[in-house]
């Protein structure tokens, strides 16, 4: 059995940006009766789950909080050969549980589980049930015996109509000397070794579809409206064919076949856009010492059904697009070309977009991008050039009138 209450430690927070904090990982530990760690995970993860108020569903999305903590109903197995389980729980009766299992050559996590209670308002305001649900799904994290699992890319799974997304994860079970093991097995999604940005060939252009249609959005919390926007949404993506050919193509959101749902947090604001096999959650930050809001975090998952993989995943944490003070809008005619990853880019038309301090269902006070300035100048510098243009005439036109009159003389 787990010891007492288990054991971890609390790693530093990440500070990704001056005064702005973001979800950190954990190492979970359990231990067996003589105080021997079996399991550890080290990861962070991210719930996004659809769930229903009496204005229909939701979407909310949260990160597991800092406060999480191992219970004594984690286990090691018996004699650490056999079924094993670590079992965390946060908040308000939410529990996540890895089931382990072995053979004579590997470990898996046969079995997630999510148990999450909708009568926390603090995570699920204005739910219509009360009643704690229980999700759970069989996953592919699996590495050999006496090696760590590693997986550095975004890993998701799905659990009915919660995703979970682990982040930079080393989970090892079965431990033979109560510590992470030096080698590892690498999840797919990272391949042989972590994975290292490269840039893909470049691939044949392919026509470009029409702008996508603009539509507004809007996520509220407990404090009312945190995000409004109105804006056309493009995704560009390269990627290698079952024919082994590399393409570029777009894919535009179609607004009357997707839906959105998202939360609002102190330091986060997030929308989630679900249409058909497609999920896109775009998250803004505030940084607290200069008091800027801007998209930090774009998180792409997709099926293309002619890819040679066709589960298409891409996320970047690390943005500062769409920059406005706190309590403005930002607000760009001219297309915006948002480089999430080597393959993935969001295009973004005519947006409007305004988050955190937000009054009601009005857009504060307009930062204009770059791109619209400059292009305003260019009817003015036109302007400016025919008006000078016009002034030269004039001028040249009353001398050399005043000169012919000063070559006759009076009779």
């Known amino acids: 059995m787990a010891a007492p209450g288990g054991s971890r430690r609390w790693p530093l927070l990440l500070l990704l940006f001056a005064g702005l904090v973001h979800g950190a990982s954990a190492v979970f530990v359990v231990k067996d009766g003589n105080g021997t760690a079996c399991i550890m995970a080290d990861f962070s993860a991210a719930f996004l789950i659809s769930y229903d108020t009496q204005n229909g569903s939701k979407n909310v999305t949260f990160e597991l909080p800092a406060s999480a903590e191992v219970l004594n109903s984690s286990s090691c197995g018996k004699g650490n050969a056999s079924d094993s389980s670590l079992v965390i729980a946060f908040g308000r009766g939410h529990t996540l549980t ?75 079970a079965y431990l033979s000397n109560g510590n992470f093991s030096r080698e590892e097995t690498h999840c797919e999604q990272d391949g042989p070794s972590p994975p290292t940005p490269t840039a893909p060939p470049r691939p044949s252009p392919t026509p470009a579809p029409e702008s996508p249609s603009v539509s507004k959005y809007n996520v509220s919390g407990t404090n009312g409206t945190c995000l409004l926007a109105s804006m056309g949404l493009q995704l560009n993506i390269t990627y290698r064919t079952r024919g082994n050919t590399t393409v570029t193509r777009e894919f535009n959101i179609d607004p009357n076949k997707t839906t959105f749902g998202g939360s609002c947090t102190a330091q986060l604001v997030t929308l989630a856009l679900r249409s058909g096999n497609l999920l896109l959650v775009l998250q803004f930050a505030m940084n607290a010492s200069s008091s800027r809001v801007f998209l930090q975090e774009v998180q792409l998952n997709m099926t293309l059904p002619d890819a040679r993989e066709p589960t298409f995943w891409a996320t970047n944490n690390s943005l500062r697009a769409l920059q406005a003070a706190a309590g403005n809008s930002y607000k760009c005619n001219a297309e915006e070309r948002v480089q999430v990853t080597e393959a993935f880019f969001l295009n973004i038309f005519r947006v409007w977009v305004q988050a955190f301090h937000v009054d009601g269902d009005r857009f504060g006070p307009v930062e204009e991008c770059q791109r619209d300035a400059r292009s305003m100048l260019v009817p003015v510098a036109v302007g400016g050039a025919l008006a000078a243009l016009v002034l030269v005439v004039l001028i040249a036109y009353l001398i050399g009138r005043k000169r012919s009159h000063a070559g006759y003389q009076t009779i």
């Open 98 to 172: 890895l089931n382990f299992t072995r053979n004579a050559t590997r470990y898996s996590v046969q079995l997630m589980r999510f148990v999450y209670n909708l009568s926390d308002t603090g995570i699920f305001p204005d739910s219509s049930s009360k009643e704690t649900k229980t999700v759970e799904s069989v996953t592919d994290i699996k590495a050999d015996i006496n090696k760590k699992y590693r997986c550095v890319s975004g890993k998701q799974i799905s659990l009915h109509n919660v995703t979970l997304t682990l982040r930079d994860a080393t989970i090892q």
